[in-house]
């Protein structure tokens, strides 16, 4: 009995040694948070130079509206070509989850509703604030509507099995 706490003694102060001597392992890597800026033009105003720079993406966030301007939640905002997307909260506003870059295209999408896209343009601010108004469709019917009495489906096999029974 002996013997056997002393070799699972051994064994477990062999794994902790084993476990001290790896290498470090980094759960995440870091990454830059440096945003490349592209310089447009230079101009000295007096004595005081400064420079209009021109961001390369931007943070895209908005309101959605219908055609009676009141908040539209739960609406798809997709960023096209792409599996990024978002819904818009209870009061229609939404922040789109990642920065976009000029040309990038959103496509909002609301059931009963036009698909409206926006699409990113250059901009010296590196917030774009969108407000997106939905029109409903225009849904025409084809053919008539009869109405005839009440529906009744007819009998699956399982309901005819049961009617056996009874």
Known sequence: MNNSILS????????????LCTSPINGQETTSLETNIEVVSTETLGKIAFIETEQEQFLVKGTVLDEANEPLPRVNVLLKGKTVGIQTDIDGKCEFPQELEV?????????GYETNTYKVAASKSSTIVVNITFDTYDVELIGQVVIDGAYSSKRNVFQKFISIFK
């Open 8 to 19: 699972k003694g051994i064994v477990m102060m062999t794994i902790s040694f084993l476990a």
């Open 103 to 111: 040309n990038d295209v959103l496509v909002f999408s609301y059931i």
